[in-house]
């Protein structure tokens, strides 16, 4: 950490070939940089031909945003209770325990925060959020993100842990780190040890690229679990990294061969600073057509688009429902082979559905027939409307 690369002097330094080129300060003025040794070691190129070089150098495009993209695009501020915590979904929650990195990705979807002023959570804040999670008992899962959470002491680490232990109705805790990519040395027994104590712990990381699967960050992983930390990755589709079917397959390889298990495949944020990255949805669509049948279901990541507007995550799959009569749905596998599967004979009654009662209706209550339609509010069409019949609001809508 104390030998990152901060400025674009260190940088011309550390890569002489890139002194001469385009002047990086306004850029890292607004979206700080720091690369740590380690990290800068694995690039094979000092150019943008690099995997490595473009998710951790700053570049001037970073600069240059179509009007569409915006500093918070899930509007997690909208979505915090309690400084510091979001709450979007009903039994999750996640923490921003630092603003701090080891690494700052040029691709991050808190480039609003991450590096901007590097500070940690303190005991008050820690104090309202675990008050707010007694308050509300329905959220079980509670994940530890930032920045970099594992960029803090391993102190400053448990006491977080140990707060959040303390709220009975908490069962998971997440972890949210890219630490064993970018600075896999900082996964120590001592870590290890201390994060044995606060079981059920569960670690996501933040593997992109093959190259970043060196003998250092898979014996850091190995050691996670070797210490009972189940390990998931969440990938980012960067157009010119790892925006191929290839890419994409050997990463996911790679990871299952390591005990990672491939969990997301984002399509890129419309934050502001990362234009230059994305890809077209249908990019992603294209990866996931080719690694079914390819891989293992274990191998395979859900592609999600992380909706703009808070709109949480959905997945985005290749359809291979062709068809749907009463009597038979027709599907096709990946090879193209159509498939008649014919439906029960009994009708279903619909018996196992039980009601929701701490959610607002959704698409699954439409399935179960409680609601009849959900009606988006302040259409052009809607205010028109004249009350009507009585059948005409029938029981159930929303
Ligand atoms: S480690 Fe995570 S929070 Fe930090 S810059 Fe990278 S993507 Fe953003």
């Known amino acids: 950490m104390a030998n990152r690369i901060r400025t674009p002097q260190q940088l011309a330094n550390t890569f002489p070939r890139l ?14 940089m720091a690369i740590t ?41 909208h979505d915090m209770p309690v400084p510091g915590m979001v709450h979007r979904y009903p039994d999750r929650a996640l923490v921003i325990a630092t603003t701090m990195c080891s690494t700052y990705c040029r691709h991050c979807t808190r480039k609003r925060i991450a590096g901007t002023r ?4 303190t005991k008050r804040r820690l104090e309202q959020i675990a008050n707010y999670l007694t308050e509300h008992p329905q959220i079980s899962d509670v994940i530890v993100s930032g920045g970099d959470p594992l960029t803090m002491s ?10 959040l232990r303390q709220v009975p109705s908490v069962q998971i805790i997440r972890i949210g780190t890219r630490v064993p990519v970018v600075l896999p040395m900082r996964i120590t027994d001592e870590l290890c040890q201390m994060l044995r104590k606060y079981h059920p712990i569960w670690i996501n990381t933040h593997f992109n690229h093959p190259q970043e699967l060196t ?17 998931g990755n969440q990938s980012v589709l960067l157009r010119g990294v790892n925006d191929s079917p290839q890419i994409i397959e050997k990463l996911c390889r790679a990871l299952v061969r390591n005990r990672i298990r491939p969990y997301y495949l984002y399509q890129c944020d419309l934050v502001r600073g990362v234009e230059h990255f994305r890809t077209p949805v249908s990019r992603g669509m294209e990866i996931m057509e080719y690694l079914r049948g390819r891989l293992s279901g274990l191998a395979i990541p859900t ?23 009463p009597t038979h749905t027709v599907l096709r596998n990946y090879e193209g082979m159509l498939i008649a599967y014919p439906e029960p004979q009994q009708r279903f009654d619909g018996a196992c559905r039980t009601p929701q009662e701490d959610s607002a209706p959704g698409v699954w209550e439409l399935t179960a027939g409680q609601y009849s339609r959900i009606q988006p509010e302040k259409t052009i069409r809607h205010s028109r409307r004249r009350p009507c019949c009585a059948s005409d609001e029938s029981v159930g809508d929303f």
Do not use: W
């Open 154 to 163: 391993t102190e400053h680490v448990e006491m977080v842990l140990s707060r």
């Open 215 to 231: 003998p250092e960050s898979i014996a850091a992983c190995n050691r996670l679990s070797d210490a009972g930390v189940p390990l």
């Open 19 to 32: 002194a001469g080129g385009p002047d990086l300060t306004s850029v890292v003025a607004k979206y700080p």
């Open 118 to 121: 590097e500070t940690s959570i």
């Open 303 to 325: 592609f999600v688009v992380d909706a703009p507007h808070g709109g949480g995550k959905i997945p985005v799959l290749p359809t291979y429902v062709v068809s749907q009569s």
């Open 37 to 77: 040794p380690y990290y800068a070691s694995l690039m094979r190129r000092a150019d943008s031909s690099d995997p490595i070089f473009q998710m951790c150098v700053p570049r001037v495009q970073e600069l240059t945003d179509p009007p569409f993209l915006m500093a918070d695009p899930l509007e997690e501020c």
